[in-house]
């Protein structure tokens, strides 16, 4: 595993949630809370949820702390999730910008209560953060889908399809 190829995920899921973003500030704050289906309920919930893992797992690899999981009752507002979301992904950054591919190798202890103690690798946990915004994010697009806003396609396809359209002439 390479550092670039973390960085190439991570820059995704921010372009990925930016996108959610246009589509989120559309909902009255009524359908932003409102409890429709998924693991979560609501858009607020399972962004929220989205954010603290994302930044509790960066945290656990030794980037800036996090403190307690973030509790979803204290974001009332769309603005509020996409302010603290924007500090997150500061946040995120920062600490790639400081990671090696050598760094991404060191063993990591961490517990999650279902399973207990462990341990594995920097970059597989950093992987997992990233990977982990793809499956929430699909579970929000069903969610606006279901209040009636159309997300559109926010697949990795059209993120590099996006990126190669800037870098060419």
């Given at each position: 595993m390479h550092i670039d190829d973390l960085k190439r995920r991570y820059e995704y899921?921010?372009?990925?949630?930016?996108?959610?973003?246009?589509?989120i500030a559309?909902?009255?704050p009524e359908e932003f809370t409102r409890n429709v289906a998924g693991s979560y309920g609501s858009v607020?919930?399972?962004l929220v949820h989205l954010?603290?893992?994302?930044?509790?797992?960066?945290?656990?690899c030794g980037g800036h702390p996090?403190?307690?999981?973030?509790?979803?009752?204290?974001?009332?507002?769309?603005?509020?999730?996409?302010?603290?979301?924007?500090?997150?992904?500061g946040y995120v950054r920062d600490f790639l910008a400081t990671m090696t591919?050598?760094?991404?190798?060191?063993?990591?202890?961490?517990?999650?209560?279902?399973?207990?103690?462990?341990?594995?690798l920097r970059g597989e946990?950093?992987?997992?953060?990233?990977?982990?915004?793809?499956?929430?994010?699909?579970q929000i697009g069903l969610?606006?889908?279901?209040?009636?806003?159309?997300?559109?396609?926010?697949?990795?396809?059209f993120y590099d399809i996006a990126n190669r359209a800037v870098g060419t002439s």
């Open positions: 899921g921010f372009w990925a949630n930016r996108k959610l973003f246009d589509v559309q909902l009255t607020r919930n399972t954010m603290s893992t994302e930044w509790g797992w960066v945290a656990r996090r403190g307690d999981a973030l509790k979803a009752v204290d974001y009332t507002t769309k603005e509020s999730v996409i302010e603290q979301w924007s500090r997150v992904e591919d050598q760094d991404l190798n060191a063993p990591i202890e961490f517990e999650v209560p279902s399973t207990g103690k462990r341990a594995m946990l950093l992987e997992h953060g990233v990977n982990h915004g793809v499956h929430h994010r699909g969610l606006l889908r279901a209040l009636g806003h159309v997300p559109g396609n926010f697949d990795v396809l």
